[in-house]
């Protein structure tokens, strides 16, 4: 069975699991796939099985990193876990933490795979925005508490904003919590900074779709930019599909635009080092690079510079307002509000998801020809995975050309 023919959306994280191990390893050790080492998501695009990840984050709130654990990808070092911080008495904590769930509370492994990669994302988010994680040495102390807390909301701000839905959002406060609580427990921590972290945000709403911007509004946004800039931001997080971290910190040493493959390369993204294909928008993205090269003889080679951060690029929330700002100038709005960075992702998403469809759609003539019903039987067993990849990228570049290319 192909991706295309999957109702990835029907299925429960359980179901889905089970297909992982009836389905999916297989075909990738068909593929000559290690199965000792951790799948990427351009594994599971090569044999054409990439829906898994849409479907885990759309409709789950999980990212493929972290299902990956649960059917047994625990990525191991000689230390143990790779907690991805340096403080030691942190990470000897965290793991006398997770020890207590296996051992004392009898937790699925599944499970516990689960509550330790959300850990780690916390962990990690407070290292890269407070420079160390010494989660355990800030505890200890009450007089350190107002601090703490102030530090802790800065990460769930950050969760805040990345995360799809207020459910994941609990989540990952509710996995910390515990944490501290346990430190609590051991009378290693004077108090927990996170027990009225939830009265800070309003994550009790109603849930509401995971809406995408439409093509509509995509053409109206590029339609109002007023620079090259502007023009590389609509298009990096609607025409690429990037996350607005990673638009914010986008170098030109990543970009690979010679050749038949156009890419940018990431050596880390949530789901480990991969690539992002150009399949639109090569030219913008050279004319904006030598428009830099051109303006400044000192260009650091951040395509969005910044000479007031110490890193020498902008910030995801500078991105977010600046998306913001452009929708105010084009007077897009979703469900009467304005829409955020990550609505241009979902679009991405949907769109892709479209080039797939209008694939098989084009595959039911020759499927015709051949006497079969089954577009998906060309699909999979006439047409390479190099020939499937190119058909893809054919009909989305497509897509993307009718949104971005006809203006209203």
């Not at 409709?59 to 991805?84: I, N, R």
């Not at 516990?112 to 994302?121: D, E, F, I």
């Not at 084009?362 to 998906?376: E, K, P, T, Y």
Request: glycine share 6%.
């Amino acid at each position: 069975m192909s991706s295309e023919q999957i109702q990835w959306s029907h299925n429960s994280l359980k179901e889905l699991r089970e297909f992982w191990n009836s389905k999916i390893e297989p075909e990738l050790q068909r593929a000559g796939h290690d199965l000792e080492d951790k799948p990427t998501y351009q594994d599971l695009l090569d044999v054409g099985y990439g829906g898994l990840t849409y479907t885990l984050r759309e409709h789950h709130d999980m990212p493929l990193s972290e299902f990956l654990e649960s059917v047994g990808y625990v990525e191991k070092s000689e230390e143990g876990y790779p907690w991805g911080i340096d403080d030691k008495t942190t990470i000897e904590e965290l793991e006398s933490f997770i020890r207590t769930l296996e051992r004392r509370q009898g937790l699925a492994n599944t499970t516990v795979a689960t509550k330790r990669s959300r850990l780690a994302t916390y962990a990690q988010l407070y290292d890269d925005l407070h420079g160390q994680a010494t989660l355990v040495d800030r505890v200890v102390d009450d007089a350190e508490q107002a601090a703490e807390i102030r530090r802790i909301l800065a990460v769930f701000d950050e969760l805040d904003a990345d995360l799809g839905t207020d459910a994941s959002k609990q989540r990952y406060l509710s996995d910390v919590n515990q944490f501290y609580s346990h430190l609590e427990r051991r009378a290693i921590a004077a108090f927990n900074p996170t027990s009225r972290i939830s009265e800070e945000y309003n994550w009790n709403r109603e849930e509401k779709d995971n809406q995408p911007l439409s093509s509509e509004d995509v053409q109206r946004l590029y339609g109002a930019t007023e620079s090259s800039e502007e023009e590389l931001l609509v298009l990096a997080l609607c025409a690429w599909g990037l996350r607005r971290n990673e638009v914010a910190s986008l170098h030109v040493s990543q970009m690979v635009l010679e050749g038949e493959d156009p890419h940018i390369y990431f050596e880390e993204r949530k789901n480990g080092p991969g690539t992002v294909a150009l399949v639109y928008g090569r030219e913008q993205l050279s004319d904006h690079i030598d428009a830099l090269g051109a303006r400044d003889g000192e260009w650091n080679g951040y395509l969005f510079p910044s000479t007031a951060s110490s890193s020498g690029h902008i910030v995801g929330e500078t991105v977010q307002s600046r998306f913001q700002r452009l929708a105010n100038r084009a007077g897009v709005t979703v469900r009467g509000e304005t829409p955020t960075s990550k609505m241009g992702r979902r679009f991405w998403y949907t769109t892709y998801m479209d080039a797939q469809k209008r694939l098989l759609e084009n595959l039911d003539v020759i499927a015709g020809d051949q006497g079969s019903s089954d577009a998906n039987v060309i699909l999979e067993n006439y047409l390479s995975e190099t020939e499937r990849r190119k058909y893809r990228r054919e009909f989305m570049r497509e897509r993307l050309a009718d949104v971005f290319e006809v203006q209203p």
